[in-house]
């Protein structure tokens, strides 16, 4: 039976976990598992199969006039959910009375449908219950280890736990969202050891099967019932030091934060007080503990894109490169780093401008598109090692069209996200899907959407660029961001350090007409 994720979590419709009936209890369980070892084939097995088979067919039915037209037919979703759990309390009677039935008993078609059955539903109570049932099947080899790390998956991300493996995902126009994981350290080695591939050769496979970006959602604090997450993770041997422990303790969070005008004024905006800020932390109001309006230093570095698809823009880069540079003040560092068939720093940080610009000139580079390598590398290189206690932002000049070898745009992404960077990104058209066609749209936006979101998540800006004229204005507007920027800091008021994602918000309470912008949120280690 081929491994496919599970298509009900595209709907985005989440219902209410019930348990007014039991699938197993543990004794009936244990009874089932039982009959493992040594399996017999009821003498009414033709009832047992065409009955499988009739709800299997009903279910497919149901699925198909709801994906037809979703929005005509949305209502249809409750039928189909209830139809679920009904199939699975089936199911689970007859195991009860059959105890377990082979492959060979039930014959391709109807095992499939008997699989499919406990599998496409959101009745992750039953299935639970289900679950050391089809563990123990699976060490008969009567169960895909593939199916059965999916149906695992499924059960925590509907009690709203974090995955173990990483199979669940929702899709949405814009991005596939890849549910929380429990362990990003372990995912691979817990993939290998159920037959999935490595979690990131499934991303890719994502990200060309639906041509938008795959993201990692971050993980949130976890439920204050932890049994939950153990009788899941214990079913399969995973010990609970390996799902990570929770710390209290106090830790001042920083933000960089960027104060805009909705007239677009070049003019930097530095009369605001303490008072004037709120700082919201997952939607809860935090008190403000430090606070100053500094006009310092930055740390500039310019990423250039010279590979073979934006051979024709490289003037226009290079001449781009130039003005950032001359906008630069005196104590503000630059450096540049090219990318194309290597990843090449051209100037380390520097204030020097005719060293720049010598440099910029003399760049000669071509082949590959390693987009997503470079930006690591970056920050590999030069900002974490170069960059420590100076505010830093990289100027990110590319067509978004990626040939990575190492790194994905969800690993980019979580990268990212433990940062205080602030991403510029410069969207170069080249050209590629400039027509009007539907695949043309996707292929263009395939390269727009990812860097609007490095922008977006560190506080930054995307700008779109035909040709230089394009960034008229955008040099010295730049600068004055990255030099004169609000620093606010705070202890948070949920003092948990579990790891998980916490959403950040800064608002400007006296003037409605600024815009504060700062990083999208933190994780709490």
């Given at each position: ?81 209830k139809l679920g759990e009904h199939d699975v309390l089936r199911v689970c009677q007859i195991l009860k009375e059959k ?126 019932d932890q049994k939950q997450q153990k009788s899941d993770t214990a079913v399969l041997g995973i010990s609970d030091e ?284």
């Amino acid at each position: 039976m081929a491994f496919t994720l599970f298509w009900v979590i595209a709907f985005a419709f989440t219902v209410e976990v019930t348990a007014q009936n039991n699938c197993l209890t543990d004794a009936e369980a244990k009874k089932v598992i039982g009959t493992i070892a040594s399996p017999s084939t009821p003498p009414d097995i033709k009832s047992i199969r065409k009955e499988l088979l009739h709800m299997r067919e009903e279910q497919l039915k149901l699925r198909v006039k709801i994906t037809g037209d979703l929005e005509k037919n949305h209502a249809l979703i409750a039928d189909w959910v209830k139809l679920g759990e009904h199939d699975v309390l089936r199911v689970c009677q007859i195991l009860k009375e059959k105890g377990w039935i082979t492959t060979d008993a039930l014959k391709d078609d109807a095992y499939y449908a008997l699989t499919s059955i406990i599998v496409d539903n959101q009745a992750y109570q039953y299935q639970r219950e289900l679950l050391p049932v089809l563990v123990a099947a699976s060490k008969k080899d009567y169960i895909q280890k593939t199916l059965l790390a999916s149906l695992v998956d499924s059960i925590r991300t509907g009690f709203g736990l974090p995955q173990i493996f990483g199979t669940q995902v929702s899709v949405t126009s814009d991005a596939v969202y890849l549910s929380p994981i429990l362990n990003e350290e372990k995912v691979d080695e817990w993939r290998k050891e159920y037959d999935l591939p490595p979690l990131d050769v499934q991303i890719r496979n994502l990200e060309f099967r639906y041509l938008v970006p795959v993201l990692k959602s971050q993980r949130r604090s976890l439920p204050p019932d932890q049994k939950q997450q153990k009788s899941d993770t214990a079913v399969l041997g995973i010990s609970d030091e390996e799902t990570g422990a929770l710390k209290v303790e106090t830790h001042l969070v920083n933000l960089n934060v960027r104060v805009l005008s909705s007239d677009k004024t070049s003019a930097p905006i530095l009369d605001l007080s303490k008072d004037d800020f709120a700082v919201l932390e997952d939607g809860i109001d935090q008190g403000i503990t430090f606070f100053s309006a500094t006009d310092k230093p930055f740390d500039l570095v310019l990423l250039l894109d010279f590979s073979g698809s934006t051979s024709e823009k490289q003037g226009l880069i290079k001449k781009a490169a130039q003005r950032f540079v001359a906008a630069a003040r005196p104590e503000d560092r630059i450096a540049v780093v090219a990318f194309a068939n290597e990843i090449r720093i051209i100037a380390d940080l520097t204030n020097s401008k005719s060293i720049l610009n010598q440099k910029i000139s003399g760049i000669d580079l071509e082949g590959n598109s390693p987009v997503w390598d470079s930006l690591r590398f970056t920050y590999e290189n030069i900002l974490n090692k170069e960059s420590s206690g100076r505010r830093s932002a990289v100027v990110f000049m590319t067509d978004g069209e990626d040939g990575s070898k190492m790194t994905t745009f969800a690993d980019l992404m979580e990268f990212v996200r433990h940062g205080e960077t602030t991403i510029f990104s410069v969207w170069l058209n080249t050209g590629f899907g400039s027509g009007n066609a539907d695949w043309e749209r996707k292929l263009r936006q395939r390269g727009q959407v990812p860097l609007a979101m490095l922008a977006n998540e560190t506080g930054g800006e995307i700008y779109y660029v035909n040709n230089i004229k394009d960034l008229n204005g955008v040099y010295d507007q730049v600068i004055n961001d990255l030099g004169r920027v609000y620093s606010i800091g705070y202890e948070p008021k949920n003092d948990v350090r579990d790891g998980g994602w916490r959403e950040l918000s800064v608002k400007i309470k006296s003037r409605p007409n600024l815009t504060a912008k700062t990083r999208r949120g933190y994780y709490a280690n």
